[in-house]
Antibody, heavy 123, light 107 residues
């Protein structure tokens, strides 16, 4: 059974930092391309960014609203995905989901999702 | 940037067929997928590659994609299908683009 378990959410002041973790099991994590997706309260889904597997280069891509502030990384020895969030803004308030995706040429779908962790940015 | 447009809400009577559309420029040239999200839960993939169902998704869920519109169809809609549905596709401007979501109400 695939499990993605996020942790690290909480309340942080504007301008602050927070690091989210996602522990994966039931998948060959080292081969997986992983993404973070967020959902502001009462709003729709928004892709945050992605990290490729190390064998595919381990590179990252980010959505425009978070580029330069958020960093995605992975520790394959721990089957864990991370999201380092810096210079947080009130508009970053959301539930953050860890997802595993199927990525191919001009195609992607997210086949497994974690339960999400809530990040609240407020003074 | 690429945009996907969904109706905010769709209503259907139990046992009837629900259709939820997703519109985008030349969407039919891309692969579309669909997610179901029930209140307080994480999204679940229900259709991928336009019309394929993941294991465990009931046969009443189907999809199509042509021209500028992808459609999620739920045949014999049940009360348990009441949820928010999101379409998603890939684009060169942003790898993962979501539609705004459609709230399906089963009356």
């Amino acid at each position: 059974e695939v499990q993605l378990v996020e942790s690290g959410g909480g309340l942080v002041k504007p301008g602050g930092s927070l690091r989210l973790s996602c522990a994966a099991s039931g998948i060959t994590f080292s081969n997986a391309w992983m993404s973070w997706v967020r959902q502001a309260p009462g709003k729709g889904l928004e892709w945050v960014g992605r990290i490729k597997s190390k064998t595919d280069g381990g590179t990252t891509d980010y959505a425009a609203p978070v580029k330069g502030r958020f960093i995605i990384s992975r520790d394959d020895s721990k089957n864990t995905l991370y999201l380092q969030m810096n210079s947080l803004k009130t508009e970053d308030t959301a539930v953050y989901y860890c997802t595993k995706g199927y990525w191919a040429v001009a195609q992607v779908y997210l086949d497994y999702w974690g339960q999400g962790t809530l990040v609240t940015v407020s003074s | 940037s690429y945009e996907l447009t969904q109706p905010p809400s769709v209503s259907v009577s139990p046992g009837q067929t629900a259709s939820i559309t997703c519109s985008g420029d030349k969407l039919g040239d891309k692969y579309a997928c669909w997610y179901q999200q029930k209140p307080g839960q994480s999204p679940v993939l229900v259709i991928y590659q336009d019309n394929k169902r993941p294991s465990g998704i009931p046969e009443r869920f189907s999809g199509s994609n042509s021209g500028n519109t992808a459609t999620l169809t739920i045949s014999g809609t049940q009360a348990m299908d009441e949820a928010d549905y999101y379409c998603q596709a890939w684009d060169s401007s942003s790898p993962v683009v979501f539609g705004g979501g459609t709230k399906l109400t089963v009356l």
